[in-house]
């Protein structure tokens, strides 16, 4: 099995040979891209609607992108050894100890500088909403000291819908970048859980402003036992006081790191 670290060498040059052929093929609206550092760590976080998501962001990004993807990617002979080449990061969904690897290599990813992506809705949205979004992210970026940027992704469900084996050709879609959702903002005010739950609902909160999506108080997919769902309130900055005298925007803690993120 090939060993994951991230995304390479093997990455810039799959980005460089294949985005002049994307591009004759489907028309990739592009926004707020200048927003994005040119070096420095940072976790992206895009709605999860097609399997093209990580796909047309990678292409899209002038660095690399390292993505969490579920560990069944290792199983077939087909994308065992190519996905890992190219940046994907495999994770064991059942979470624990099975997933910890994943998230540690995540983490070596952030501190090199580099690019990481997750989707905090943990699995494809198959019934068009926005769900819940899972702290992983956001317990990353208080630990590295790093910003999130909500990534918002319109259109490549109808590309390639969730259950269809090829992508539909000369299709658009829209990918764009919100302004950054830095640590900072919630560190020290007060229980950490309740700082990571803040986060990812304002994460959340904007990918919904870009996308238009209707979001829903639930996990998509199936939910782990470990992990209860819990009300947790969506909000906008601007609604919304001070992160350390905000109410009614956390949850009750979740579990550990490696079970919050799981999930592609």
């Not at 905090?120 to 068009?128: I, N, Q």
Request: glycine share 10%.
């Amino acid at each position: 099995m090939a060993k994951a670290t991230g995304a390479g060498d093997a990455q810039r040059r799959f980005r460089s040979a294949v985005r002049p052929f994307t591009r004759r093929l489907w028309n990739i609206e592009l926004e707020g891209f200048d927003r994005l550092p040119d070096d420095g760590p940072a976790i992206l976080c895009p709605n999860h609607i097609s399997f093209l998501d990580s796909a047309f962001l990678m292409l899209s990004l002038p660095r690399n992108i390292s993505f969490v993807g579920k560990a069944e990617y290792m199983d077939s002979w087909k994308t065992k050894y190519a996905f890992p080449a190219l940046g994907m990061i495999p994770i064991d969904r059942t979470g624990g100890d099975k997933s910890q690897s994943a998230l540690d290599t995540a983490e070596s990813v952030l501190r090199r500088g580099e690019l990481f992506g997750i989707f905090p809705e943990g699995t494809r949205s198959r019934d068009g909403l926005l769900h819940k979004g899972r702290t992983g992210a956001a317990r990353l970026a208080m630990k590295i000291g790093c910003p999130i940027y909500p990534v918002g992704v319109v259109g490549t469900d109808e590309i390639q819908p969730p259950d269809a084996w090829f992508p539909k050709l000369f299709g658009t879609c829209r990918i764009s970048v919100g302004r950054p959702v830095k640590p900072e903002r919630y560190q020290g005010s007060g229980a950490e859980h309740l700082a990571w739950r803040s986060m990812i609902d304002e994460v959340m909160f904007e990918i919904r402003e870009m996308t238009g999506q209707e979001y829903v108080n639930s996990y998509a997919g199936q939910k782990a036992e470990t992990e209860p769902t819990v009300e947790a309130k969506v909000g906008s900055v601007t609604e919304l006081p001070d992160a350390a005298t905000r109410n009614g925007t956390a949850a009750a803690p979740e579990p550990a790191l490696a079970a919050a993120a799981a999930g592609n």
